[in-house]
Structures are given as C-alpha cells and as structure tokens.
C-alpha cells in the first residue's frame, strides 16, 4: 500500500477526517524553540482498563494525544491512569474519539455490542492477543472476530507484539517494529501515522487477513533459537560425557582413585571451551560449504540446499551461544582456585618437594606456554565479545555493511584463529604422549580442532588467486559455460551494413 504520508499532494487532495494528521508537525521551530499547540489535540480512546491500556495510556498522553478512557467501574480505575487521561464511562468515551483502542480479552467484545451505533464508522485497533489454546482452537484472528461483530467499523490490528513496559519505557528499550494489517486502506494510514506519533517504526502487513500471523507473534519462544540451543546442548553432553570417561572414570576403574568431586566444576570447565570452539567453527563452516557450492556449480543464481539455508540462517544464534560458553569458561577458571581440593593440591605438592628435598621447582618450558595460553586466551574472548556486541540490534544499525562485514567476517576468523592457537597451546605436546590417551580415547582437545582446522585451512585455499578470482566472477554475475547469455534482437539487414566495423 502506497504510504500517502510521504507525498504531500495526495493527501491534500484527499478529503475526510482520515487526511488530517493526528498531530501537528510544527510544534517546535526549527531553531528548537517551543511554537504554538495546535488548537485541536488530537483525541484517543481505550476501551478496557488492564496493565497494558494503562500502558497505552501512558504513551499516548506522553506523545500529544488526549486521551479518554472507557470502563466499566471509572472510580475504581482512575487513579491507575495518567492525570492527563480522562477515565469514563465505556459508552461516554466512544462519543468523540475517532481511533478506538480495544484493549480487553476475545471473550469481552460481545459486551461492546451494545455500543454498535456510537462505535459505527469509527477506527478500532484491537491490540489483543490469545493465548496458545485459543490461536488453535479458533480459526479466526481475534482481530477478525471484532469485524464481524461491528462490520460498520474499520478494524486496525497492532500493538499487539509490543510489551506495557516497551510502552512505558518508550521505543528505545524495546523494539520499535509495530506490525500493522488492516482491509481499509484509510484507517490503516491513520494508525501508521499514530505509530511514527508514538516514536515506533510501523510495518505494513497487507490486510487483515495477515492478522493470525501477527497474533502468532507473541506465542513463540525464541523460535530461531531451537536448533542452536539443541546443538549447543547436544555438544555440551558429548563432551562432557567424554571427559567424565577420560578424568574421571578411567582414574576410579584402572587406578582406584576417587575424582569424582570433579564433576561439578572442573569437567564443567573442559567442556565449556570444547563447546564454544566448535560452536565458533560452526559460525563460519556454512559459508565455506556456500563457497564452495558456488565454486562446483558455477553459478550464484541457484538455490542452496535448504539445511545449508537453515544453516546460514542460525549463524548469529551459534555465534552468541559460543560466546556464552567462553564467556562462562572464563568465569570457572577463575573459581578454579577457589576450590577446597586444589587448596589440598598445592599443600601436598608442598609436602611432596620438601620430602623428595627440592628447594627450587621451575619448568621454562611450562611457564611459557602457560604465558601464551593464558594470553591468547584473552585475546580469542576479547574479540568473541566484540562480535557479540555488534549482533545486537542497536549496534548493528549503526553500522554500514562494510563496517559490519569487516567486524562479524574478519575479525570473526581472527577470533576462530585466535581460539586455535589456544587450543593448540593448551595441547603443546600430549597429542604425542601415550599416557594422555585414557582408554585408548585421545585428549579431549585433538577432537576439537577437527572442524576449526577444516575452516582455516579452505578459508587459506579460498584466497589463492585461482579460486578467488572466479569466486569473486561468480559473485558479480558471472556463470560457466555461460549459462545465461544478455543477447539483444539482430536486424540481419544491418548487421550486413556494420559487419566491417
């Protein structure tokens, strides 16, 4: 639908109570000064008396509107609302406002039925939501619902994804889409211009009929979150059944020693980093398998297999679960110390030097590595939180997509190397001793540079100039064999009159 707001000569041509703006766009002067009100405020009515046309009422007041509340009990409720907002009676405050907000339960609308003559004509915004039982149960939207109990009504569907708190707070500490689907054209336009009034950024979503889409909303948990919660927690699992065999059964069965006090804490901490790494792998895997599809095929313009698709899709979900679990390793391997048995540790390491009679304990070798380890460490975590704050709405926005492209590509795939290289630190050399390979299992760490290690090393391919070069042809509309030739029409008549130029 064409936004007539944003051409100024269609909306003076246009006629009806639906062209005026519902608030005047010159109260302040372009030097920041206060102008003179307008004479007329604009009025609004709300329709139901609960937390969120409190809410409603809050916002609205705050952005110019007057506002009038309809209720069964207007003594009780008064005092909940703004001082600005005039709370009434239900059938008092449907009298003069144009645009109606019906903020109460499906089952409630009847009730209004007896307003059928005050409310005909007028706009009603149903900001209502059912719950998960009722979006099953009904075939209809409730938003269609309340057309066809007041068919001489035009009925706007919005607000209804936006929580009382983004309301009272203000769209800066929540999101500022409002979806919005109506069948009239006209008070669609009016409530999208009442949107952009209240500071939130409205979104057309075609007719009402788009309204159990819109009432779908509210009802899903994290719906994008699913399969990279399952795959965090499948890896999770894995990995730390595999430690629990490797540092804790295999000592209790083959030796006898009872290290079980390790679970909590300790086999916690090992598999954390396990799981982030692969986890930070996983971010950048697909878009090489993206890469290298395009590379086969020769071409951009096909689709990618639906599960790579998928894949692509979830990768800011994968990347902030990483980041959760390095971000929860480092907070454990400061609570490591802490821990009554590595206080026991150090004493009997003590007992033991003092026994065997050696004053001075100091392994070059170790401590550097322990240096490097700890440092790159840092570095990989540091730049781990540097992608994660750029994932986050407010800071994506604010960034172009080279910026973006720069921080969540580049610097990614210097964290990925960064978290190799601790890795490979930690390990140093116990991939090569017999002894670390606890019921012919390898350490824990060989296991999880399998996949990091296939990034880095195509990621490497992909930059010689053979693979490139074409990678890049192929991103900017090249194809083999030249599957798709831009040919115009030849007149063979003077194609023969230019064939000896």
Not at 156 to 171: D, E, H, R, Y
């Amino acid at each position: 639908m064409e936004d007539h707001s944003l051409h100024p000569q269609s909306a003076t041509k246009a006629s009806g109570k639906m062209d005026k703006p519902l608030i005047s766009r010159h109260l302040m002067d372009s030097d920041g000064s206060l102008a003179e009100a307008p004479i007329e405020v604009p009025k609004v009515g709300i329709l139901g008396s609960g937390d969120f046309a409190r809410s409603l009422a809050t916002r609205l007041v705050d952005s110019g509107f007057s506002v009038v509340v309809g209720s069964r009990n207007p003594k009780r409720t008064a005092g909940l609302f703004p001082p600005a907002a005039r709370v009434t009676f239900q059938k008092e405050a449907v009298g003069s406002p144009e645009v109606i907000f019906v903020a109460m339960f499906r089952e409630h609308y009847s009730t209004l039925c007896g307003l059928s003559d005050q409310l005909a004509g007028k706009i009603l915004v149903d900001v209502s939501n059912p719950t998960e039982q009722e979006h099953l149960r009904n075939r209809e939207s409730n938003a269609e619902y309340l057309a066809s109990l007041f068919p001489t009504c035009a009925v706007v569907k919005a607000f209804n994804v936006i929580s009382a708190w983004t309301l009272q707070a203000g769209p800066r500490d929540g999101n500022r889409q409002v979806p919005i689907c109506s069948d009239q054209p006209e008070a669609k336009r009016a409530v999208l211009e009442m949107v952009r009034a209240m500071g939130f950024a409205p979104v057309d979503m075609g007719s009402l009929a788009s309204a159990r889409e819109l009432e779908a909303m509210p009802l899903r948990l994290l719906p994008g979150w699913k399969v990279p919660a399952f795959l965090a927690l499948g890896l999770f699992v894995f990995f730390y059944i595999y430690n629990f065999v490797r540092d804790v059964l295999q000592p209790y069965v083959q030796q006898g020693k009872n290290r079980f006090y390790k679970l909590p804490v300790s086999v916690v901490n090992m598999t954390l980093p396990c799981v982030a790494y692969v986890l930070l792998s996983l971010v950048y895997l697909p878009g090489v398998l993206a890469a290298a599809l395009q590379l086969h095929r020769g071409t951009k313009y096909r689709r990618f297999p639906d599960w790579l698709d998928h894949w692509l899709q979830h990768r800011k979900q994968i990347g902030l679960l990483s980041f959760f679990c390095a971000a929860l390793h480092a907070l454990y391997s400061f609570c490591l110390p802490l821990r009554r048995s590595h206080r026991y540790d150090l004493v009997n390491l003590a007992v033991e030097q003092v026994l065997a009679n050696k004053s001075h304990l100091w392994k070059e070798e170790e401590v550097w590595r322990m240096e490097i380890y700890l440092s790159l460490g840092v570095l990989a975590l540091g730049t781990l939180s540097l992608l994660a704050v750029t994932s986050l709405p407010s800071i994506a926005n604010s960034l172009n997509w080279r910026e973006f492209s720069f921080v969540q590509s580049t610097l990614g795939f210097v964290g990925l190397v960064l978290s190799t290289l601790h890795t490979l630190t930690y390990g140093w050399t116990r991939a090569f001793e017999e002894s670390r390979y606890k019921f012919y299992l390898p350490p824990t760490f060989t296991l999880t540079l399998l996949v990091p290690c296939v990034v880095i090393l195509a990621k490497g391919l992909f930059l010689l100039p053979c693979f490139s070069r074409r990678l890049t042809k192929i991103r900017k509309g090249w194809e083999k064999d030249g599957a798709i030739n831009f040919t115009r029409p030849v007149d063979h008549a003077l194609a023969q009159k230019t064939s000896h130029v």
